[in-house]
């Protein structure tokens, strides 16, 4: 537990901060000790990243002031909050795509003379020291998002900070990765390092946090020791109102499989390089196909197969069926045409174009279908449709045209599930759909993924979490090193059966 009489090294006082003429934080009084993990919670939209973006050096305050180690300060850069020790590990990651791992960690740090070897062999070191498996010579562009997260937490080590932002650190990260990272956590705060730590995971935060700030609606809401506060008090805190337990509760055991309907689609020894080999597995209507494994377990590239946006070997590649027709998709337009959405678990690499407005994101969607190339659509009846999603998915925002980049998170990726529903696909892939979602907004993705079988879609869903794959899978399929090594009903499905499948 950390000193309650530590000295306080940031505070803010009355923090307002709006856009457009809408605060996104006001009045927000929050301090944060040395040597305390203090994790700010809250619902997407409720103002964690616009708060900590301020201390980071990303927004100035439109009004009130931000004091560190007591002196009134205003940064107007991220390098000029990191010259006072504070780093920020965004929950979309910041690298340089064209940049091999060793070159985005010490990056800012070159010499006049640079030894790529020498970056190398030190990269590796340290991120052996954080028991990251990433290899340094990889390019940041091949790498999937957990990996991603893991480079982004070590170039914040590296800069040796004394003020550690972690945005949905552990949303991508297996259970292994989050203890190893939980382990770092400690480390860095018996060093005397202050850490903010923003999460949707509730329980993460009730175990390693010393104390919890809860927002809503950009106000601060409460600020306790979290050994003050349990889950029922957070959520309730968070939302206003008492949400059922049924989320990840015992009820998603209770409930009845959905029936198989026509095989949607089929993938018979399916292989690509080293990522995918001899993958075989169907997707039928009116279910919701739950798809598990581990880190480098291949399951995204699978689905990524079947959607076009990766090929697969030229020689042995395996076959894909759509309703019994053999399919060579070439790029994701001929998959879309056909009724297959793919939903990234990269909002912000593949699902967006961020500086554009949310109505124009969504009916992107609807364009890139193309089933008719010489039809008109009038920019009202684009409006009217875009309007539309944005009400079912109940995007959070002050108008259709604000600009997705000034959406919180949870809200992107309800315009990146939209974007594909506007297309009305009958095979719906979503990659991680609740990364970095508030349990609202979990919730309600969830009630589109059921909704969305019940009509009779095929839908797939990847998760790195296991409650989320019992709670809304009909069958589970496990993957492991390139192929499907388990297949089971949720009635014969437990967490343990399937680690012990995505393992041994």
């Known amino acids: 537990m950390a000193d309650p009489h530590a000295a306080e090294i940031v505070r803010f006082r009355k923090a307002t901060k709006a856009f457009a003429g809408n605060a996104a934080v006001r009045d927000v009084d929050f301090t944060l000790r040395q040597g305390e993990v203090h994790a700010l919670l809250g619902e997407n939209g409720a103002g964690k990243s616009t708060l900590t973006k301020v201390l980071a050096g990303l927004y100035p305050l439109t009004s009130g002031e931000m004091l560190i180690d007591g002196k009134p300060v205003g940064f107007s850069s991220p390098a000029d909050a990191m010259k006072h020790g504070i780093a920020m590990v965004f929950q979309e990651t910041n690298l340089i795509p064209s940049m091999n791992v060793a070159q985005n960690i010490f990056l800012g740090e070159e010499s006049f003379f640079n030894r790529l070897r020498g970056i190398n062999i030190k990269a590796q070191q340290h991120l052996q020291r954080l028991n990251f498996h990433v290899e340094p010579t990889a390019l940041v562009s091949t790498l999937g998002a957990a990996k991603k997260q893991m480079v982004e937490i070590a170039r914040a080590v590296h800069h040796k900070a004394r003020i550690f932002i972690f945005d949905e650190p552990t ?95 089929a993938l018979e020894n399916v292989s690509m390089g080293k990522a995918v080999r001899s993958a075989t597995l169907s997707v039928f209507a009116g279910q919701v196909t739950g798809l598990f494994g581990l880190v480098g377990a291949g399951r995204t590239e699978m689905m990524k197969i079947a959607a076009g946006v990766l090929k697969r070997d030229f020689f042995h590649g395996g076959r894909i069926t759509l309703r019994g027709e053999v399919v060579h998709f070439r790029v994701p337009r001929q998959a879309v045409r056909r009724g297959v ?51 079912t998915m109940k995007v959070r925002t002050i108008g259709a045209n604000a600009r997705v980049v000034e959406l919180s998170g949870g809200n992107q990726q309800k315009v990146v599930i939209a974007k594909s529903l506007i297309q009305a696909p009958s095979l719906i892939i979503f990659d991680e759909p609740t990364r970095g979602v508030d349990v609202g907004a979990i919730a309600e993705i969830h009630q589109i993924i059921e909704r969305l079988a019940d009509a009779g879609a095929a839908v797939v869903v990847i998760s790195s979490y296991l409650p989320e794959i019992l709670n809304l899978s009909d069958r589970i399929l496990v993957a492991r090193q390139g192929r499907i090594v388990g297949e089971m009903t949720i009635d014969e499905a437990s967490e343990e059966k399937i680690m012990y499948a995505a393992v041994h």
Do not use: C
């Open 341 to 391: 959405a793919y939903i990234t678990e990269d909002r912000k690499l593949d699902g967006l174009f961020d500086t554009m407005g949310i109505a124009q994101n969504v009916f992107l969607g609807k364009l890139a279908k193309g089933s008719n190339p010489v039809s008109v659509i009038g920019l009202g009846e684009a409006r009217r449709q875009s309007a539309e999603w944005i009400e």
């Open 171 to 265: 949303a991508t990260l297996t259970p292994e990765e989050k203890q190893h990272f939980f382990a770092l956590v400690e480390r860095l705060k018996g060093e005397g390092a202050s850490i903010i730590f923003i999460s949707h995971a509730l329980e993460e935060a009730l175990s390693i946090a010393d104390r919890i700030s809860v927002l809503r609606d950009g106000a601060l809401i409460v600020t306790d020791d979290a050994r003050n506060l349990t889950r029922e008090k957070i959520v309730q805190a968070m939302v206003g109102r008492q949400l059922t337990d049924t989320l990840y509760g015992d009820d998603a055991a209770k409930r009845v499989a959905r029936r198989p309907g026509e095989k949607v689609l």
